[in-house]
């Protein structure tokens, strides 16, 4: 969640509630994210200095932007084919799904190098033979879901590249929403003079 976050905010200064509307639409509903936690890793991003406050909103909502470091972590993540074993499946399609929704102009991000990146790393998957012995049924049933992955993934790739090239203009890309929440963290009340 946290590279995520910083990945929509590549778009612009954005508010927790407003960050987690935007991470739920654009993985598609694949994420369910308590709003708790949206606000708290918000916190720790503004501790590790990869965000920073961006004033607040007319009606008080704390706003939030990239620094150059936070910045530079979302590009890095974004191309990144990298993931932890048994996240390279949730990894790609999250940093697609993400990368194709931001508009290229304000974010930096080419949604088609993603794409192409993450074809290489897994066609070179694909196509690797097995580390150590594949001696027994449960090695070979493990080579067989390894191969199986990476082809779904291949085929899934060249459906989002046509999506892609085939969407209406506007369709796929946005910035950010600006239909307000019905709630969010609302800053203490400020006693007037």
């Not at 920073?52 to 909502?61: I, K, Y």
């Not at 796929?172 to 239909?179: A, N, P, Y």
């Amino acid at each position: 969640m946290r590279t995520s976050l910083l990945a929509v905010l590549t778009i612009g200064p954005a508010y927790g509630f407003q960050l987690h509307g935007e991470l739920a639409a654009r993985t598609a509903g694949r994420r369910r994210v308590n709003v708790g936690q949206i606000y708290g890793t918000l916190e720790r991003l503004i501790m590790q200095a990869a965000i920073e406050s961006a004033g607040t909103t007319d009606d008080g909502l704390p706003l939030y932007r990239l620094t150059p470091a936070g910045h530079a972590e979302a590009l890095e993540w974004l191309h990144d084919t990298d993931s932890a074993v048994g996240d390279e499946w949730d990894d790609l399609v999250d940093r697609v799904l993400i990368a194709s929704s931001l508009p290229r102009t304000e974010s930096d991000v080419d949604a088609q190098a993603i794409i192409a990146g993450n074809r290489a790393w897994w066609i070179t998957r694909r196509d690797a033979a097995p580390r150590g012995p594949v001696d027994t049924a449960q090695d070979r049933l493990a080579v067989a879901a390894a191969s199986a992955l990476a082809e779904a993934a291949l085929r899934w790739l060249d459906e989002a590249e046509l999506q892609l090239l085939t969407a209406e203009p506007g369709s796929i890309e946005r910035g950010l929403s600006e239909e307000r929440p019905r709630r969010g963290r609302r800053p203490a009340a400020v006693l007037e003079p």
